[in-house]
């Protein structure tokens, strides 16, 4: 198994571009999740999904779109990107809820907005 | 505020001598999960401990939720330079709407040789 992949890697937008980030499991996960983490900072819930066609909001969801049409992937959507969106990505994905099952993460995308 | 306090911010260890991080919540903890980021990497899973009073080890590696379930500790036998890195915990905390974990902001580990 791949377990859960991302790309790109690195990006570098300039303000008020938009891109996706992608993410894919392989190892057939209910739950996905998309979060940020700033430098120093703790990762921060973006949104997530617990199955295929249901999304919500996390923490941080302002600026930021998701779809989840198979239950393989997860895209995130960066609309209009910000400064403030500097970040790297990180998408995580789970076979039951947080509370009991254990979540695998991708090696992440470290954008940059300038 | 932060959720998940984590101490110390920083640990810088001679090679071979032991240590230990904390994560403290003021709530209740559900699910506590300590995870190891290498700088510019994803998160690699370590222990996750569920009940009050658990203990899990591996390898080297021990950690503990306390009895009411408002802190966990990480403690690490005779450190060696593969233990460097990002020690992070993660936790399900009561009262948390979103359905995902809340995160400490980490601690940096650097081994000394």
């Known amino acids: 198994n791949a377990g859960v992949t991302q790309t790109p890697k690195f990006r570098i937008l300039k303000i008020g571009q938009s891109m996706t980030l992608q993410c894919a499991q392989d190892m057939n996960h209910n739950y996905m999740y998309w979060y940020r983490q700033d430098p120093g900072m703790g990762l921060k819930l973006i949104y997530y999904s617990v199955g295929a066609g249901i999304t919500d909001k996390g923490e941080v969801p302002n600026g930021y779109n998701v779809s989840r049409s198979t239950t393989e992937d997860f895209p995130l959507r960066l609309e209009l990107a910000a400064p403030s969106q500097t970040s790297v990505y990180f998408c995580?994905?789970?076979?039951?809820?947080?509370?009991?099952?254990?979540?695998?993460f991708g090696p992440g995308t470290r954008l940059t907005v300038l | 505020s932060q959720e998940l306090e984590q101490s110390p911010q920083s640990l810088i260890v001679q090679e071979g001598k032991n240590l230990t991080i904390n994560c403290t919540s003021s709530k209740t903890l559900y699910g506590l999960y300590w995870y190891k980021q290498k700088y510019g990497e994803g998160l690699i899973f370590l222990m996750m401990l569920q009940k009050g009073g658990e203990e899990k080890s591996h390898e080297k590696i021990t950690a503990k939720l306390d009895e009411k379930k408002q802190q966990s500790s990480l403690h690490i036998t005779a450190s060696q330079p593969s233990h460097a890195g990002i020690y992070l915990c993660?936790?399900?905390?009561?009262?948390?709407?979103?359905?995902?974990?809340?995160f400490g902001k980490g601690t940096h580990l650097i081994i000394q040789p």
């Open positions: 995580a994905s789970s076979y039951a809820p947080p509370q009991i099952d254990k979540q695998y």
């Open positions: 993660g936790a399900r905390v009561s009262g948390g709407g979103a359905d995902g974990l809340t």
